[in-house]
């Protein structure tokens, strides 16, 4: 991080829960940290101030920083005030702060001579996995694919989405997972034609497709996978539109490489689907970051400006969608390198059920 100050700031504040996952290492939920902030000083230790209830596991846990705790009824605000002047901070970046919190610390601070967002230092930082991350994200690509596996076992005419999705979910779990990266979607029949359809009690009917969009999550990093299923032998327009979505994931898959404009790999897919008539059907873009959130840069879509880097993790997912008939999605959660791609999630390609 101190690296990105450059010659602009003297101290860096972060308050976003994810960004402080990201620095200390903690293994949690964001919103334990969402009363935490870590300032990072230039010539200095960085400092975590957390609150009493996640003191004693912030200080046996947290690295990278020493960590302080706010009592009842102190004025975090002040606390860190006070620091930045001890420190000698006067230039100070951060992440994320809503308006009442800067007025707030602009107010404390009077002798700051910057207060300015700079988001951007940290997302440098994030959007490039490094072997650890990449670790810990086939692991938890690992686990869902085993969760995709019991999706495969499970799924039948006559139960409910809600069912598959627990024996999903179950199966992930047991298997490792500390948790999921997003709601498990389950979606058939003419609901798989809504792009995030989620599940419910809706009973899986011979004939349907079935969308199955998971992600596991382990040490806090996500994956992210969707497969399509059909209940019985698919119909001949089932298998078309599916030869077709898979066609266009393969295709921008071997785009995916260190220095493809996003928009140009998004581009590969879209143009294929484009020609067969489909392009209406084709409602969002091709993919998006993953790392930590299950949503993060760079982002794959038409009007993206981003180019990829070595150490990105995206996921490839082209869909198509008909309301009234059904939908088609395949995703895959895809490591960028120099040369080929790595795919982390992979196999259990349109499985008919019986």
Not at 129 to 137: C, I, P, R, Y
Not at 147 to 169: C, F, K, P, S
Request: glycine share 8%.
């Amino acid at each position: 991080m101190k690296e990105y100050f450059r010659e602009e700031y003297d101290g860096y504040l972060v308050t976003n829960p994810v960004n402080l996952l990201y620095f200390t290492e903690l293994i949690g939920a964001p919103d334990t940290l969402g009363a935490a902030i870590m300032l990072i000083p230039k010539n200095d230790e960085s400092t975590l101030h957390i609150y009493g209830v996640n003191y004693e596991w912030a200080k046996a846990e947290a690295k990278n920083c020493t960590v302080e705790q706010v009592k009842s009824g102190e004025d975090l605000t002040k606390k860190l005030a006070e620091q930045v002047r001890r420190q000698k901070v006067k230039r100070l970046a951060f992440d994320t702060m809503n308006f009442q919190t800067h007025r707030r610390f602009s107010e404390a601070m009077k002798r700051a001579e910057r207060l300015e967002e700079k988001s951007e230092y940290v997302w440098n930082l994030r959007r490039v996995k490094d072997q650890d991350e990449l670790k810990a994200m086939q692991k938890a690509a690992d686990l869902t694919m085993v969760g995709m596996q019991a999706a495969h076992d499970t799924i039948e005419a006559g139960l409910r989405e809600i069912e598959v999705a627990a024996e999903i979910e179950y199966a992930m779990r047991t298997h490792g997972s500390y948790g999921l990266a997003f709601e498990t979607s389950v979606a058939s029949g003419p609901r798989s034609a809504y792009p995030h359809g989620g599940c419910g009690e809706h009973k899986i009917r011979k004939g349907n497709a079935v969308v199955v969009d998971i992600g596991a999550r382990y040490r806090n990093y996500c994956a992210d996978m969707t497969r399509t299923f059909t209940v019985g032998k698919p119909s001949t327009k089932q298998e078309k539109i599916y030869a077709l979505v898979e066609r266009a994931q393969e295709e921008a898959f071997r785009k995916i490489h260190e220095g493809a404009r996003a928009a140009d790999v998004d581009g590969v897919a879209r143009k294929i689907i484009e020609k067969a008539g489909y392009s209406e059907h084709f409602v969002h873009g091709l993919g998006h970051g993953i790392g930590l959130e299950v949503h993060e840069q760079p982002n794959l879509s038409s009007v993206s400006k981003d180019v990829l880097k070595a150490g990105n993790m995206v996921t490839d997912e082209p869909g198509v969608y008909i309301v009234g008939f059904g939908g088609f999605r395949i995703e895959d959660t895809v490591f960028v390198r120099k040369g080929k791609a790595k795919r982390l999630t992979e196999g259990l390609r349109f499985l008919g059920k019986k």
